[in-house]
Structures are given as C-alpha cells and as structure tokens.
C-alpha cells in the first residue's frame, strides 16, 4: 500500500513538473498580452515612455529567444 502511494505521488510529481515549465513566449501567447499591450497598460497616457518601453521589451524578448 505504501509502495503504491508512493510511486503515484512521484507520478503526480514528474507529470505536473514538465507540464509546467513553459518558455516566455509561449507564457506571453497564453495571455495574448504583446510588448505593445503591456506598454499600453503601464503607459497609457504618455505616448513616449509607451514607445520607449516597447523597445526595450521586444529587445529584451528577442534576446531571449536566442537563448
């Protein structure tokens, strides 16, 4: 009895471990959120530091997808 409980729990375990881990992109896609969206929601009235931090996010974001 123990030795099945225990072996479920590290089935449990390994299966919500990988199916988890996802890589930013795929976490941006999840909400649909894009660099411009988010700089539209911090900035959403100073029309430069939306353009300024949209910058830097897709550079950021494009760094990151080199690996």
Do not use: I
């Amino acid at each position: 009895m123990l030795k099945k409980l225990l072996l479920t729990a590290l089935a449990v375990g390994l299966v919500s471990t990988f199916s988890l881990q996802t890589t930013p992109a795929e976490a941006v896609g999840m909400r649909g959120m894009t660099c411009k969206d988010a700089a539209k929601a911090k900035y959403p009235g100073d029309r430069a530091s939306r353009r300024a931090w949209m910058k830097l996010c897709v550079a950021n974001w494009q760094l990151h997808q080199r690996g």
